[in-house]
């Protein structure tokens, strides 16, 4: 195993965190980081959304370990300090959406190696949520799953919809998929808006936590999608939605304030996930676990009530 950087000076997680390079099947380079407890009631692997990376959930992991958690988080080929999938490392990539399913494997086999407290229990964030959710219909190992403002769907103007589907479909056999998909910026996204307009929280310390983080360390940073990028999330989605939920139990936080998924294609998926539930937060922009304390603390202390009550169960998935 070999030692990779962790930035514990932005983390802001429990005492011990460690982070490690991995090699995915493919042979790129990801990077996972965890954070162990003594007598831990089973490990979360935390699945963060895109331009995330694993410091960003330190906060998150500390509240679980007070709560007899240990947790995992990724690095995803693209993003933070794993490799990067073009020259240009300011946009996101990926050659195919399963791709991440190679990283998933991987980090299961160092979860293992590294023989981290069993049971599993998954959190997916936005794109980690449509990673996840392939994840579980793949028989992913979890006892249980929550998501926040999973990507099942994006928001979108309807009248763009087609013209996106269109654009980036073309886009690689035209020789153009790398490009930066329309309206997108180079810049991260938390260091060109603000607190007022931003969609992610609506927390002051939260936001500006986010701006520190990359601040401090701009080689975790991350700009918009590419075209391939995009054109490979719509199919992904659209085919996520065509197949049943698994039958593994399931709790999922959508914001009132929600603008960046579609909270529809949320609302459905949870209508048939067999004793799946819904909750809605007043107030919640994209980010609620980076959000004010209240609303971290009832999200977390519900999520853990979860795992707790399915800590004997097998994923029947």
Known sequence: MEPAPFHSDIAGGPDGGAAYWLKTADGLRIR????????????????????????????????????????????????GIADRMMANRAIGHVGHFDDYQRDVEATLAHAAALDL?????????????????????????VNAAMF?????????????RPVAW????????????????PGQSEESYVLRTTLEENALTGDAEMFDMLQEQLAKHPDLGLGGPSLRWLNMSLREMFQLSTLPSPAVPCLTFLGTDEAIVDPGRIRDRMRKWPGGQLRVIDGGRHEMLMDAPQMRTAIIDETVALFDANKTLTNAA
Not at 39 to 57: Q, S, W
Not at 149 to 158: L, T
Not at 166 to 181: E, M, N
Request: glycine fraction near 14%; aromatic fraction near 12%; charge should be positive.
């Open 166 to 181: 269109g654009l980036s479909a073309v886009s690689k056999p035209f020789g153009f998929d790398q490009t930066l998909a």
């Open 148 to 160: 926040s403002a999973p990507m099942w769907g994006v928001q979108m103007n309807p009248a763009l």
């Open 117 to 141: 407290p069993r049971p599993y229990f998954l959190i997916g964030h936005s794109m980690g949520g449509c990673i996840g959710l392939r994840s579980l219909m793949n028989g992913l190992d």
């Open 32 to 79: 996972v980081g965890h954070w162990t407890i003594p007598d831990a009631k089973g490990t979360i692997l935390i699945f963060p959304g895109r331009t995330e990376f694993i410091e960003k959930y330190g906060r998150a992991a500390k509240a679980f370990a007070e709560r007899g958690y240990a947790s995992l988080a990724i690095d995803w080929r693209g993003q």
